[in-house]
């Protein structure tokens, strides 16, 4: 299970046990949206309630790997690139694309998480902003953290995840 706090810019990996007790695996300092939480489309707020993974993507690429459109575009991130480049908000090296599971809260209509492309995925390590919200919505990680947490979870079918603020 993994729960997301918004208030303390934190990803955390719970185990559940055969009594149903969560035990702490890992802790991860993120970014969610600059503009905080909410749940409605163009609103470039970090989605709350229950979600889950719903597609696992980028394995094998290389740490750094630039995205576009949920596709690696075979070029890595460097400070020299972004410096060139009009793109300023990199999706790389991961991709954990979560989809809601509360209709009317989290899923379909206006509301829907994975219509609005909500993702947990790699971001530029130099630029320094984890602990701090500055994404528009999606859950931005450190490369090497969003590597961890892809291959610890090894695609793994209906792990749940819960945004909280």
Not at 21 to 31: A, N, P
Not at 136 to 150: A, E, P, S
Request: proline residues 3%.
């Amino acid at each position: 299970m993994l729960e997301v706090s918004i208030k303390f810019q934190q990803l955390i990996v719970y185990e559940i046990t055969n009594t149903n007790e969560k035990k702490i695996l890992h802790v991860y300092l993120i970014s969610t949206a600059k503009n905080g939480a909410g749940q409605f489309k163009n609103s470039n707020q970090t989605p709350l309630g229950k979600h889950y993974i719903r597609a696992y993507i980028g394995d094998k690429q290389p740490l750094n790997m630039i995205f576009k459109a949920r596709r690696p575009t075979g070029e890595i991130y460097s400070k020299i690139l972004e410096k060139n480049s009009i793109e300023k908000d990199f999706i790389l090296t991961r991709i954990l694309w979560l989809c809601g599971k509360e209709i009317g809260k989290n899923r379909r209509g206006n509301v829907d998480t994975m219509q609005r492309y909500i993702y947990f995925h790699g971001s530029p390590d130099s630029n320094g902003i984890f602990g701090i919200p500055t994404s528009h919505g999606c859950i931005r990680m450190r490369n090497k953290d969003i590597l961890h947490l892809f291959n610890l979870l090894n695609f793994q079918k209906n792990v749940e995840v819960n945004i909280i603020n």
